[in-house]
């Protein structure tokens, strides 16, 4: 069997021409052509020579195939060899063990997050329970575990222990106190004793709102003594020791404690001292001209003179001075209130009620000072 350079079918050998194609096979023979009939004459007297008829064809045969063989035998070209495919029974076993290994880390993701959960709910249930009993500090250690271990839609309920931890400890006997002290310091005007006192509070008590109330507080009163202080500066350096004098009573009456408190007043009296004026000289005692004495002459004695009683004045116990103190304050109110400064110009309210409870005025001041607030509130709602 050979194949056929022209077309892929399979020939036999021997056969000069593909059945398929027609294409001329190399290297064999074409068929003999049969014998040209030869015509018979009536026979003659005259003999005619055989003629070789036979031997024509054959070496017209062979020079045709000489000629042809070059031709018909082109050099064949080397096919490239197909390309390897994968046995069509290996693709269900590639996708089975896909399904597989995809079903087993479900599985172990699906176990992994209820074991996650139920320490979640674990530490949370605990951290719950130990804040019922007071034990506030086992309650963060089992919050600080349920962070560690809470993940997404469980992250709610670390936020849900943080604030019953947080409202438990502002309810707490140990928070009120330290709440209480801090509003007596307040009232007292010993500000930095504040300070103090909210530095050491814990951390679920700072974030109380009474807590943060007086922290706004301690803000404002702070703010106010600062502006006080600048005030009595500036009249040191101007040499006005009756401003000075008046700014320190004001320090005095918002911060008991002010850190340079004392240095003013004795800048003050400093400058007092300067300013006074130098002692007059005492005139030299007259000379004594000594005479003679003088003859007494008797006289008759006076009435006794009738002493009348004076009542004493009544004592002051510095009214006067607290009335002034309350209405520097209430200028001072009126000013910042003017200026927008609302939180200064309440603080310097607040200060007048405590000098001077029974002033009318506190009250009439502190009614414009809200409806003035509540129009500017108003007034940038709408621009925005």
Not at 189 to 204: E, F, G, I, N, Y
Not at 265 to 279: I, S
Not at 377 to 383: C, P, S, V, Y
């Amino acid at each position: 069997m050979i194949k056929c350079v022209k077309c892929p079918g399979m020939l036999v050998e021997g056969v000069p021409f593909c059945p398929f194609c027609g294409q001329a096979v190399a290297g064999v023979a074409a068929p003999k052509a049969p014998p040209a009939p030869v015509k018979t004459e009536p026979k003659t007297e005259t003999k005619v020579a055989p003629v070789a008829v036979s031997r024509l064809p054959p070496k017209l045969e062979t020079k045709i195939e000489a000629r042809l063989e070059p031709k018909l035998a082109p050099a064949a070209k080397p096919l490239a060899p197909p390309p390897e495919r994968l046995p069509a029974k290996q693709w269900p076993r590639w996708l089975a063990g896909l399904i597989v290994a995809g079903l087993a880390i479900v599985y172990i993701n699906d176990k992994f997050s209820n074991k996650q959960d139920t320490l979640c709910n674990d530490a949370i249930d605990s951290g719950l329970a130990l804040v019922s009993k007071g034990s506030f500090d086992g309650a963060r250690v089992k919050l600080s575990e349920a962070q560690n271990v809470c993940t997404g839609k469980s992250g709610a309920k670390v936020d849900d222990l943080q604030a019953a931890i947080s409202k438990a400890v502002a309810g707490s006997g140990g928070c009120q106190r330290s709440v209480r002290a801090i509003e007596r310091d307040l009232n007292a005007r010993r500000l930095q004793s504040v300070v103090k006192a909210l530095a050491a509070l814990d951390t679920d008590c700072a974030g109380a709102s009474t807590v943060d109330q007086l922290r706004k507080q301690l803000a404002r009163q702070q703010a106010a003594a600062a502006s006080i202080q600048v005030g009595v500066r500036q009249a040191l350096d101007s040499k006005d020791g009756a401003a000075a004098r008046s700014g320190i009573v004001k320090l005095e009456a918002l911060d008991r404690e002010y850190p340079e408190l004392a240095q003013l007043k004795a800048d003050l009296q400093a400058l007092t001292a300067a300013a006074a004026p130098a002692p007059e000289p005492v005139p030299a005692p007259a000379r004594v001209i000594e005479t003679a004495p003088a003859r007494p002459i008797q006289s008759e004695p006076a009435p006794p003179s009738v002493v009348e009683r004076v009542s004493p004045a009544p004592v002051d116990n510095g009214a006067a001075m607290r009335k002034e103190m309350a209405l520097s304050f209430l200028r001072d109110a009126e000013r910042s209130m003017n200026d927008g400064k609302f939180d200064a110009a309440k603080t310097y309210l607040d200060s007048a009620r405590r000098v001077d409870p029974d002033n009318a005025r506190i009250d009439n001041l502190s009614r414009r000072i809200r409806e003035r607030e509540r129009q500017v509130l108003q007034t940038e709602t709408t621009i925005k």
